[in-house]
């Protein structure tokens, strides 16, 4: 497993009975589904082969060794590692050319850390695109992340939240999974953090996400705040 050389922010005191937000990363936090739906569907036409752009949204959320999958039926030649390199690397260029932050996104981030609330990063990108992507933040709002090469099973499972909890609980006693948020814009996303136990919200984005009991749904991050995600606890511990 991968190690994070970055100091954990210290523990800070919490006025809200939310225990802590675990964010996806690719779609949710910030807009990066254009850059790898290019990246595959060059990747694809390198190799003679079709792709086709509801083959892209197909693999929104995947962890990545589903996506080199799916490539190499597409007929692109080539072991999953390198596949997943090539996608990661022509990523990383698009994301350090511009970030484009969802809506709403560094506005909920600052009123988290401003409360005390801890937030964790859960994505199947992994550590070097992760750092990248965290490194352009204009303040160090998140206390840790699980990255796609920290787990063996990806998302729809849900290893990578019960890390995101496991890790959580290191900054929070008597972590209580319900009282923790989980903020997706995926299906196999959202039924990661669902499956965990916490607390999931749906922020979608480009591809379709049915609608379940198993999680809320949002039009935006922009509609989020405290007061709001606060009353989602509220509705999830009536129920």
């Known amino acids: 497993m991968p190690t994070q050389n970055y100091e954990p922010l210290p523990v ?3 006025v809200t ?6 964010w996806d990363m690719d779609g949710t936090l910030l807009d990066t589904e254009p850059h790898w739906m290019a990246a595959e569907a060059n990747l694809v036409a390198e190799f003679g082969g079709r792709w086709s752009h509801e ?3 197909e693999l929104v959320g995947k962890a990545l060794p589903d996506s080199a999958a799916a490539l190499q039926a597409a007929g692109v030649k080539l072991p999953t590692r390198e596949i997943i390199n090539r996608l990661i690397d022509e990523v990383a260029v698009g994301v350090a050319e511009h970030v484009s932050w969802r809506p709403g996104a560094l506005e909920l981030l600052a ?7 801890p937030c964790g990063l859960v994505t199947m990108s992994e ?3 992760a750092k990248l992507v965290l490194d352009q933040l204009p303040e160090k709002y998140f206390d840790f992340r699980v990255t796609g090469d920290m787990v063996a099973q990806g998302k729809p499972h849900p290893e990578p939240y019960l890390l995101g909890l ?7 006693p008597d972590l209580e999974a319900t009282r923790v948020i989980g903020l997706e814009d995926s299906a196999p996303g959202i039924s990661s953090a669902a499956a965990s136990g916490i607390t999931a919200v749906l922020v979608p984005h480009l591809s379709e996400v049915p609608s379940s009991d198993a999680w809320h749904r949002v039009d935006s991050l922009s509609s989020l705040n405290l007061r709001t995600l606060e009353s989602l606890l509220t509705v999830t511990s009536r129920a």
């Open 17 to 22: 009975v939310i225990q802590g937000v675990l």
């Open 12 to 14: 800070r005191p919490q």
């Open 166 to 172: 496991k890790m959580l609980a290191g900054y929070v």
């Open 127 to 129: 550590e070097p695109l």
């Open 55 to 57: 083959q892209g949204l």
């Open 111 to 117: 009123e988290l850390h401003a409360a005390g609330i």
